[in-house]
Every structure is written in structure tokens, then in C-alpha cells.
């Protein structure tokens, strides 16, 4: 009989798994020699919370689970920022942490938290592992961290139960991730969004990451042309359109959203499609008809749909296409045309805060002009991500990873690392502000030893740049948002890490060229604050 650490590996492997990010403590280190033995590579990070956010990257590019592991108490108090993100950016990962024997549970209090508490709230399903529901229980948590919408699962393992004997499964045989089982959409539905379509031409199509996750980008792309609808994006949706089309507007929730919302507002009618209110920061004040079109019915109801269209998404979307008549083109391109130049005016306009400090539009256009399309860019949080949302030219879906939903710092750099590994042939590029940087400098001593050929590009202004524009904004003295940044050049060779300090944009483009194999590279570069002042 096959033990609970055995059938914990076996399922991951048999799921698709490849990979388990963590930080080990004794309490894990027979699932740990379970993983070896099955084949599945542990990846030592230097700290839980960046093994969360790898994992969750991973999940999130392969629609596979990413799983990570760590030690009860401090170990796995560490993966909560990851794990959060994870739940609310609807990436499918499977955290497990270890925890006290269960006959000790009540009387021991050294490192005794109630993990299943700790991470009910910001996980679609916590429960513990047992000889007698191992088997099943991991079927269930695979099964739930990718159904719709996808998220965390997180898996408790008492130390003493991962060398037991297991139960057998009741059902027996292989098992692998199961397959979406949506049907199509209703006809009179169908109908009734083809004649609110025909009712309301001048509507604006937006776009959310369940058109990624639905692989529709394609025929997203044929409904939007045939119906000539102007389209904006929700940042994790950056991709699923041209990004240089005539019909495309912007990215919401970017530099310059005041813009997109004021465009928004002034349309007939507005079409979801794939959308996620969890990538909306402002509060929604669209009060105009909006077509839902998705693969789950609006059960937010953060806004009111005057039509649902519930079904497979890209089979929806076909139909929608090819009942269109000929597009208005006044609305469409010449509407997005208008709009795209009034958000590079709002863009231009900002203020200069430093004269020796590259502008970031240029920084993002010079480097997007030498990288192929296939390249893989994630971006921390702070003011750069507002920048690099809009300015970025994204032209294939998948291609841009934002922490959005939970809007985490440290995000950047980690999942960056995660696409060095399931990506290893594409360049990978991370835009992280010197803030984001100071959190997880551990971490360049894993690039190193993995020998991620990644690009790093440090956006350095030597100040939590978001919140001074905040207490700028609030009539607030600029106070507790400054701090020192290292050597560059000196931390990077104590690493082995090739380092580029570049003062020019064209600088920076250089230095990123040669990715994958002059990898890995980082580079800082002064930014001028001012450019986020939009």
C-alpha cells in the first residue's frame, strides 16, 4: 500500500505537475523525499512567501496548479501574501503546509496555530490530510483549484501522517485535471444579445482574463472586429487584443484610466466579455446597459446585466460574430482613435519631477521595439505597474503577468522566476520598482542558483513613488516613503548576477537583447516620478 506522501506525489504528477516551490522544515521532509522519488523537482526558495507567488504564476500560465509547500507555524504564515494573491487574482494553486501530529494538536502550543482558519478566508477549500482521505481529498483539491473561477486550495499534513499507509480510492484509476464540462449558450439568449447589439452600435466591448483562461482570445479578436467595437482591457486581460489595432482603447485601472472610464461612460451600451470586477479599483459609475457574455453568470452583480450569455466562450463569441451586419466605422476605429490619442496627451503631460530621470513611456517603447513578441514581462506593484499596464504593447494573450486583484508587492520578481521555468526558451523580463526589489533580494541568490536567464529591470526613484503621490494629492508633506538603495553593480556580482546600470532607455534595450541566453541580467535604471503623475 502506497503511503499518504506517496499518493500526494503520485496525484501531482499524475495532474501535470512538474514542480513544488517551498522552504522545507522538518515536519515536510518525508513528502519532500516522496516528491524526490516520484520525479517532481523541489525548488528552494529563499523565503515561503516567493515560493506562494511562483507557485501561483505557474498555476496561472498553465492552467495546471502550482504547488508550494512549508512547515506549520512560521512556514506557513509565510505563504499568506502568495496564497491571497492567488485567490483573488483566480490563479489555480495547491498550497500544503505541515502541521503538529494530531494526538499532539490539543496539548502542544509551540508552533500551534489553527492553519485551516488561517486559510479559509482567502482559499476556495482548506482541509486536512488523513491516511483515510488522502487519496480522495487530493482529487478534490486539484479538481477545485482549477474549476471556474479558478483559486487557492490549501492541504494541512500532520507530521505523522505522511508515512502511513493510505486507503485505497474507491474508484481506482488514473486520474488527471478534469476538463470543463460548459455547455453552450442558450438560443434566446443569443438572440437576445444579437438584438441588444443591433439596439445599441455605439456599445464598447471589455475584456477580462476569462477570455485567457477560455482560450477565446481568437475569437474575441473576430467578435470585436465584426461588430466594430472599440476595446479596453482589464490588466490581467492585456493581450487578448492587439495592442497597436485601431479598435483598441487602453488598459482600465493603468496610467491615464480617467480617460478609458470617460470613454466608457459616454457608450451606449457596455459588453463584458470574460470580465472580473475583482480588477476594479474605482467604484463603478457606468449606469448604461451591460451585455454580460462569459462562461459563469454574473453573480457578483456589481453591476446589473440587461443580458446574460452563459456558455462556452469562444463558441459564443463565433455565434455573436457571425450574426453581425457591417460595422459603423465612425464609432469604432475613429472612436478608439480619439481615445488613444487623448490618453498619450494625458500621458505627454506629465509633469517632469526629475530632469535626470528616464521618462517611463520611452523606457517601455525603446525595450518593447528590441524584444520579440513571445516575450514573457511581469511587473510589480507600485506606480511602474500603472505605467508598464498602459504602455507595455502586449500582442499575445499570456504574455503579461500583474498582481491586480490583491495589488501585491513582491509580486514581480518571483512570478518572473516562475516563467524562467516553464518558459525556459523565451526571454522573461520583470519591471520592478526599487521598492519591490527590497522584499525579496533573497531571491537573485535562486536566480542565480537555477540559473534563471531572466532580465531584471529595476525602476529606481528611491521612493514608495504610489504613496507620495498620495499625500501629494492629499495636501500632505512628503514623510516615511523614502529610503536607500544598495550598490547594484556590488550586489549583483556578490550574486553572479550580471548587472547594467543604464541612464538612457536605449541603455536598458540593450542590455535585454541577448535574453534568454545572456541571461541573467539586471538592470537599474533612474525613472522620473513625474511620469506617473497621471
Not at 94 to 114: K, N, V
Not at 117 to 136: M, Q
Not at 178 to 191: F, I, N, R, S, W
Amino acid at each position: 500500500m502506497p503511503t499518504v506522501g506517496q499518493v500526494i506525489a503520485d496525484r501531482l504528477a499524475t495532474a501535470g505537475v512538474r514542480r513544488v516551490y517551498g522552504y522545507p522544515g522538518g515536519e515536510v521532509l518525508d513528502l519532500i523525499e516522496a516528491l524526490r522519488q516520484r520525479g517532481l523537482e523541489f525548488i528552494l526558495t529563499r523565503h515561503e512567501s516567493a515560493a506562494a507567488f511562483m507557485a501561483g504564476g505557474e498555476g496561472e500560465m498553465t492552467g495546471v496548479p502550482g504547488v508550494c509547500l512549508a512547515t506549520l507555524g512560521p512556514g506557513a504564515t509565510n505563504l499568506v501574501s502568495g496564497v491571497a494573491d492567488a485567490y483573488l487574482d483566480r490563479q489555480p494553486l495547491l498550497a500544503i503546509t505541515g502541521q503538529l501530529p494530531a494526538d499532539r494538536y490539543e496539548i502542544s502550543p509551540h508552533q500551534r496555530i489553527d492553519l485551516g482558519s488561517l486559510f479559509r478566508p482567502i482559499t476556495k477549500l482548506s482541509a486536512r490530510l488523513t491516511p483515510g482521505n488522502a487519496a480522495n481529498l487530493m482529487d478534490k483539491a486539484l479538481a477545485t483549484a482549477v474549476a471556474e473561477r479558478p483559486g487557492p486550495v490549501h492541504l494541512e499534513l500532520p507530521s505523522d501522517v505522511t508515512t502511513k499507509e493510505a486507503a485505497e480510492r474507491p474508484q481506482g484509476g488514473p486520474f488527471g485535471l478534469p476538463q470543463p464540462m460548459e455547455g453552450p449558450a442558450h438560443p434566446l439568449a443569443l438572440d437576445h444579445a444579437t438584438e441588444l447589439l443591433k439596439l445599441f452600435p455605439k456599445a464598447v466591448a471589455l475584456a477580462g482574463p476569462g477570455v485567457i483562461r477560455a482560450d477565446a482570445a481568437g475569437p474575441f479578436w473576430n467578435f470585436a472586429r465584426a461588430w466594430g467595437l472599440p476595446v479596453v482591457v482589464g490588466p490581467k486581460a492585456k493581450g487578448v487584443f492587439d495592442e497597436d489595432h485601431p479598435l483598441f482603447t487602453g488598459v482600465i485601472e493603468a496610467l491615464g484610466t480617467k480617460v478609458l472610464f470617460d470613454f466608457i461612460h459616454s457608450a451606449e451600451m457596455l459588453v463584458t466579455v470574460g470580465f472580473d470586477p475583482v480588477e476594479l479599483d474605482k467604484a463603478w459609475l457606468y449606469d448604461g446597459p451591460v451585455l454580460h457574455i462569459d462562461r459563469a453568470s454574473n453573480i457578483d452583480e456589481y453591476w446589473h446585466a440587461a443580458a446574460e450569455v452563459v456558455g462556452r466562450l469562444g463558441d459564443t463569441l463565433d455565434t455573436l460574430a457571425w450574426r453581425a451586419p457591417k460595422p459603423t466605422p465612425e464609432w469604432g476605429e475613429e472612436a478608439a482613435t480619439k481615445v488613444r490619442e487623448a490618453l498619450r496627451s494625458a500621458i505627454d503631460g506629465a509633469p517632469v519631477w526629475s530632469a535626470e530621470g528616464v521618462r517611463v513611456r520611452e523606457l517601455f517603447e525603446k525595450v518593447r521595439r528590441v524584444m520579440p513578441l513571445e516575450t514573457v514581462v511581469t511587473c510589480d506593484v507600485g506606480a511602474h505597474k500603472f505605467a508598464a499596464g498602459q504602455l507595455w504593447l502586449t500582442m499575445r494573450p499570456g504574455t503579461f503577468y500583474m498582481s491586480n486583484g490583491q495589488s501585491s508587492m513582491g509580486y514581480g520578481l518571483p512570478t518572473a522566476m516562475a516563467a524562467s521555468f516553464v518558459y525556459p526558451e523565451r526571454p522573461v523580463v520583470a519591471f520592478i520598482g526599487d521598492g519591490g526589489l527590497g522584499m525579496y533580494l533573497g531571491e537573485l541568490e535562486t536566480i542565480a542558483r537555477y540559473g534563471l536567464k531572466l532580465g531584471i529591470v529595476v525602476l529606481m526613484d528611491e521612493k514608495l513613488s504610489l504613496i507620495r503621490i498620495g499625500q501629494e494629492r492629499r495636501g500632505y508633506p512628503e514623510y516615511g516613503v523614502g529610503f536607500a538603495n544598495p550598490d547594484l553593480t556590488h550586489l549583483g556580482k556578490a550574486f553572479g548576477i550580471k548587472t547594467v546600470m543604464a541612464k538612457t532607455a536605449a541603455r536598458v534595450a540593450s542590455a535585454l537583447k541577448g535574453l534568454p541566453a545572456d541571461g541573467p541580467v539586471l538592470v537599474g535604471v533612474p525613472v522620473d516620478p513625474g511620469s506617473y503623475r497621471v
